[in-house]
Antibody, heavy 117, light 108 residues
């Protein structure tokens, strides 16, 4: 059974940092592209970032470029999202997702990030 | 960045009816790299369609996708009670991926 389990969400002040993790199991993580997608409660999906299976290629949404960094550790089957200079508009549920370079087969249940003073 | 506009925002239909959802791109989507997802309250999205018209594993054949270029359509034939949800399109033909704003299919 495919499982993606996110952790690391919580309350952070504007300008602060947070690191999200996503532990994968049930599929071959090391050959899968991985993504982060976020969703403000009650709103639509917003793609955030993706990383190639070997970590050699990454892309970001314009809204997070320069502030967020996606990375992975294939030995630990874990995906990361380092979020710096957080803003109120970054408040959302962050989903870890994966498999292809574009469309996404596998989704986690999400972790809530709240940016507020 | 390619902007995806979904219409209508809400579709009110009865079980057994056909749903037709539209997704229009601000520029041509390369190689019809467009996907559709279904999301129910409190759940993560589920992949329905990829490459504009290919059904994902385990998706019933009442779901079909079509289109190319800038205009894409998701059709749900004979709506079942479990099909009432929010549907999103997503393009992956450019280096920056984007989702549409969603269409809610609700029970009339």
């Amino acid at each position: 059974e495919v499982q993606l389990v996110e952790s690391g969400g919580g309350l952070v002040q504007p300008g602060g940092s947070l690191r999200l993790s996503c532990e994968a199991s049930g599929f071959t993580f090391s050959t899968s592209w991985m993504h982060w997608v976020r969703q403000t409660p009650g709103k639509g999906l917003v793609w955030v970032s993706r990383i190639k299976s070997d970590g050699s290629y990454t892309t970001y949404a314009d809204s997070v470029k320069g502030r967020f960094t996606i990375s992975r550790d294939n030995a630990k089957n874990t995906l990361y999202l380092q979020m710096n200079s957080l803003r109120a508009e970054d408040t959302a549920v962050y989903y870890c997702a994966g498999r292809g370079s574009g469309y996404v087969d596998y989704w986690g249940q999400g972790t809530l990030v709240t940016v507020s003073s | 960045e390619i902007v995806l506009t979904q219409s209508p925002g809400t579709l009110s239909l009865s079980p057994g009816e056909r749903a037709t959802l539209s997704c229009r791109a601000s520029q041509s989507v390369s190689s019809s790299y467009l996907a559709w997802y279904q999301q129910k309250p409190g759940q993560a999205p589920r992949l329905l369609i990829y490459d504009a018209s290919s059904r994902a594993t385990g998706i019933p054949d009442r779901f079909s996708g079509s289109g190319s270029g800038t205009d894409f359509t998701l059709t749900i034939n004979r709506l079942e009670p479990e099909d009432f949800a929010v549907y999103y399109c997503q393009q992956y033909g450019s280096s920056v991926l984007t989702f549409g704003g969603g269409t809610k299919v609700e029970i009339k």
